[in-house]
């Protein structure tokens, strides 16, 4: 185990900030955090750094109890969101820093500057002020300066946020790539949840300084434990039906609700239901259908279809129109109610 966080509460300014964050990460995961604006991700990722004060519980790194190391021996670094570069030095210098603090020799330092260039793409740029770099180029610099300290564990708080769309790809094609190379233990903190489902061995969803689940993108996406994790991964169908006395409720994907022809083939493990098309709502390759449907099951309900545009024309959909929908029973996702 690289790294384990065991019931750790921060208080910042007498408000509880952490309410006891039990999380640990295996050696050379890769590991997204994400969650809603100020839910507690950058004070996590600060306390497993020692730059915030821990009120209770602990944090080890590769087994060893950390909550008294200082920060600069801890074998952590953070590349935050403003990425804290020295703008009047040159490229060399600022990735060159850490090793300098380690005591590294000139010769030595150089080589590395080099190799770090050239594995963030910036090879030549050694001797470039950061101030005449663009945001990508300082994020790659960031990103050498950090690996350069040869961290245990590597925390990213955002680091590319300000790009735009295909510039974020880029940075995290290349995060990627150097942690396939580097095989260091990684924190992302992100708010690209596609990023995060696609790149991740696991992910941790927090909520207002809670872990509510930790699990690997897949498990989380269609086993999520509430519909607070459900709904954050996309769009979803709500429903609610009466077990054991109790009401509970229930999520269904978009795109588990499938659309047929009226006379379609049944298959038995399906319910198939009619229903009449609202309204279509295309974007691009998909479409989103409405649904009104009635039927004894569910009672009136609203149901919401993600399909593919073609289908929209083989099956000649228009509003008004009665379909059959079909819906996967094992589809469905069942919670408590009110456990949101
Ligand atoms: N130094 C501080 N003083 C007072 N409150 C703070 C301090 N740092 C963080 N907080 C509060 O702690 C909570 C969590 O903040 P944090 O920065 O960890 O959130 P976050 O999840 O990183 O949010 P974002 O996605 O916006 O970066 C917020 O309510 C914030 O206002
Ligand atoms: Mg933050």
């Known amino acids: 185990m690289s790294l384990k966080v065991e019931k750790l509460k921060v208080t910042i300014q007498k408000k509880e900030i952490l309410h006891g964050i039990n999380f640990e990460v295996k050696q050379g995961e890769f590991v997204s955090l994400l969650g809603p604006s100020g839910c507690g991700k950058t004070t996590l990722l600060k306390s497993i750094a020692g730059l915030v004060e821990v ?16 920060p600069e021996k801890r074998g952590t670094i953070i590349v935050f969101q403003d990425l804290r570069l020295f703008p009047n030095m040159t490229v060399e ?22 190799e770090l260039l050239a594995a963030v793409q910036l090879s030549g740029f050694e001797k470039r002020r950061i101030r005449e770099m663009s945001g990508g180029q300082m994020q790659r610099v960031a990103l050498a300066r950090a ?8 925390l990213l708080d955002e680091p590319f946020s300000g790009l735009d769309e295909k510039l974020r790809l880029e940075m995290g094609e290349l995060v990627r790539k150097l942690h396939e190379t580097w095989k260091i233990t990684t924190i992302l903190v992100t708010h690209d949840k596609r990023e995060a489902l696609q790149m ?3 992910i941790a969803l927090m909520d207002s300084g809670r872990l509510i689940q930790y699990d690997t993108p897949k498990e989380m996406f269609y086993h999520p434990t509430s519909r607070m994790v459900a709904e954050y991964f996309g769009k979803v169908n709500v429903m609610k039906k009466e077990h054991d006395g109790r009401m509970i409720e229930g999520i269904l994907r978009l795109f588990s609700v499938q659309i ?32 009104i449907l009635e039927e004894p099951y569910f009672g009136r309900l609203e149901l919401l279809s993600q399909v ?33």
């Open 260 to 291: 047929a022809k009226v006379e379609g083939k049944e298959n038995k493990n399906d319910i198939s239901i009619h229903a009449k098309v609202e309204e279509i709502t295309f974007a691009g390759e998909l479409a989103e259908v409405s649904l």
């Open 93 to 114: 210098k600022n990735i060159a820093f850490p090793m300098e603090i380690a005591g590294v020799k000139k010769d030595e330092r150089k080589k590395k500057v080099a």
């Open 147 to 154: 690996l350069a300290a040869k961290p245990k564990i590597l």
């Open 55 to 70: 009120q209770e519980g602990e944090v080890w790194i590769q087994g060893e109890k950390a909550t008294n190391i200082l």
């Open 200 to 202: 991740s061995d696991r």
């Open 308 to 340: 593919m545009s073609s289908k929209i024309s083989e099956l000649n959909l228009s509003g008004g129109m009665i379909v059959a929908i079909k819906i996967n029973e094992k589809d469905i996702v069942w919670f408590e109610s009110g456990e949101v």
